[in-house]
């Protein structure tokens, strides 16, 4: 059966979107793999559900390219958002959405009709090792020595409803991420995989960034990353609480502030195109 899709990004890190207000879609994992191949089908990082929510405005679920269920996503929550308001009609500036990471809210920046930006409220990081989850002991994961690859790297680890593991270093852009991604992600320090974000201070409060997604490899960006980055550089002294810290990925650039409580995050997020697509089953 044909079924209409929204192709949607945020600085790049592009996923497929279903309205399920009025409909499901059946066995969401299986479609995820199937449309998200870039060679012979539409091509993203997955998938993303649009549906009704009794407890918010809206509720997202998203799943990999690998068929996997994610938690959170911030550059797709932030084109949830733009969806509601410019194609469902929601009037509201403040919205509310449900993940499996909880609810988070949402500021939608208009210029006239148009969402250009939207500020979303991430909650607070999840430091502890246990809770990210990440093998390690101790009550956080600062700097610490993990051999990856036959080498050692100093790791932070943070969750911001999904597993990071950040390494701060120089210039990510020559690491051969294909192969020390994969390293990190199925490492036996993270039982639940982990996303890895490769970090160069560029200065204080200014970070470029590369990272490897769990189930989806590299991609031109990632928001919960942008956010547990922030963080770590918070916690090692590279950037301040409170004040705006600039996060330079592939894709673009994303403004996160770590409050010591939360993390607010802002960005952009697009329309590229809407197309039909051939669902078995559905």
Known sequence: MQRTFYKMHGIGN??????CFDRGLEEPEKVA???????FSVGGDGIVLILPSEVADARMRMFNADGSEGKMCGNAIRCVGKYLAEMRGVKKDVLTVETLSGIKTLKL???GETVVSVTVDMGAPELSPARIPANFSGETVIAAPLEVGGRVYRVTCVSMG??????FGEDPDPLP????GPQFETHPAFPERVNTEFVQVIARNELKIRVW?????????CGTGACATAVAAVL???ADKDSPITVSLRGGKLEIVYTGKTVFMTGPAAF???GEAEIQGD
């Open 109 to 111: 920046n208009r210029t």
């Open 33 to 39: 793999v199937k449309l998200s191949d870039r060679h």
């Open 236 to 238: 090692n002294g590279y």
């Open 272 to 274: 590229a195109f809407k």
């Open 14 to 19: 592009d996923y497929i979107y279903f309205d």
């Open 162 to 167: 999904n597993p990071h593991c950040v390494v």
């Open 177 to 180: 991420l294909e192969k020390i």
């Open 213 to 221: 997604e769990r189930g989806s490899g590299e991609t031109l960006a």
